[in-house]
């Protein structure tokens, strides 16, 4: 599945298509508020616990140095969990990693530049690799253009229907502007 999942991330973001997409793409566009309001993930038990995923509240910023600061909030197990992860420019484009946190890719897929933003992910964690695609928006409720957007680059990256999932508000750990501190 993950030689699979490659190949078709090779067809779609070929060399070519890179350099246009990216190159059209000011990370400072990216920044702020958003919540994760859909999910594709290749992740192992994924599919068995996505009903129970809740929008999660992510907040972007930029560092000195170019880097990409993501603050996220997300429920787990009866608390809201924050993290921090600072992504490093890869020397592609605007592409961002951080190996040592697990984050081997990080890149915006598709946006409108306003109120969604399509997010690539290629993830490893605790020997397991996989990737994701999740719906940035900046509201709790995407427009319908934001879902075809996320479910087209979903499809068209090999996940199935199983593997996608619309998130459930919790308001006990997303809030306006940003993520809740605990």
């Given at each position: 599945?993950?030689?699979?999942?490659?190949?078709?991330?090779?067809?779609?973001?070929?060399?070519g298509?890179?350099a246009?997409?990216l190159?059209?793409?000011?990370?400072?566009?990216?920044?702020?508020?958003?919540?994760?309001?859909?999910?594709?993930?290749?992740?192992?038990?994924?599919?068995?616990?996505?009903?129970t995923?809740?929008?999660?509240?992510?907040?972007?910023?930029?560092?000195p140095?170019?880097?990409?600061?993501?603050?996220?909030?997300?429920?787990?197990?009866?608390r809201?969990?924050?993290?921090?992860v600072?992504?490093?420019?890869?020397?592609?484009?605007?592409?961002?990693?951080?190996?040592?946190?697990?984050?081997?890719?990080?890149?915006?897929?598709?946006?409108?530049?306003?109120?969604?933003?399509?997010?690539?992910?290629?993830?490893?964690?605790?020997?397991?690799?996989?990737?994701?695609?999740?719906?940035?928006?900046?509201?709790?409720?995407?427009?319908?253009?934001?879902?075809?957007?996320?479910?087209?680059?979903?499809?068209?990256?090999?996940?199935?229907?199983?593997?996608?999932?619309?998130?459930?508000?919790?308001?006990?750990?997303?809030?306006?502007?940003?993520?809740?501190?605990?």
């Amino acid at each position: 599945m993950r030689a699979v999942l490659v190949a078709l991330l090779a067809l779609v973001l070929g060399p070519g298509a890179q350099a246009a997409w990216l190159g059209r793409l000011d990370p400072k566009q990216l920044l702020g508020s958003w919540y994760i309001v859909a999910v594709a993930s290749g992740e192992r038990g994924f599919a068995v616990e996505k009903a129970t995923k809740n929008i999660e509240g992510v907040v972007v910023t930029l560092t000195p140095e170019n880097h990409l600061k993501v603050l996220s909030s997300r429920h787990r197990l009866e608390r809201c969990h924050l993290g921090v992860v600072e992504l490093l420019r890869q020397n592609s484009a605007w592409v961002f990693q951080n190996p040592a946190l697990g984050v081997l890719q990080y890149r915006v897929l598709g946006t409108n530049f306003r109120d969604f933003a399509v997010v690539f992910s290629q993830l490893e964690q605790q020997d397991e690799a996989f990737s994701t695609v999740e719906l940035y928006s900046r509201t709790q409720r995407a427009s319908p253009e934001a879902m075809s957007r996320f479910t087209r680059w979903s499809q068209g990256l090999g996940f199935l229907a199983q593997q996608q999932a619309q998130l459930q508000a919790d308001v006990s750990t997303v809030a306006p502007g940003g993520p809740r501190p605990p």
